[in-house]
């Protein structure tokens, strides 16, 4: 892993195949905990690029914004 910080990493990169699919590097699946047939969320935004995530890491997220209205509410 070439790694950048303890909290950012940069794990190499991927080629994008004939039918659109990519090779997510080993030690990223490694890291996060990517096993095969796991779904993966792909996010975009035209200026900043894309994010590939794991859906339930967007509905913690959710979950805890939520949370934090409640409690201000």
Do not use: C, W
């Not at 991927?14 to 969320?41: C, H, N």
């Not at 959710?62 to 209205?69: E, S």
């Amino acid at each position: 892993m070439l790694g950048m910080s303890k909290t950012r990493h940069i794990f190499g990169t991927a080629k994008v195949g004939d039918r659109g699919q990519i090779v997510i590097p080993k030690d990223a699946r490694s890291f996060y905990g990517i096993k095969p047939g796991d779904t993966l969320l792909v996010l975009g935004d035209e200026k900043n690029g894309m994010i590939l995530t794991k859906p339930e890491l967007l509905h913690d997220l959710a979950a805890r914004i939520l949370g934090q209205i409640d409690e201000e509410g």
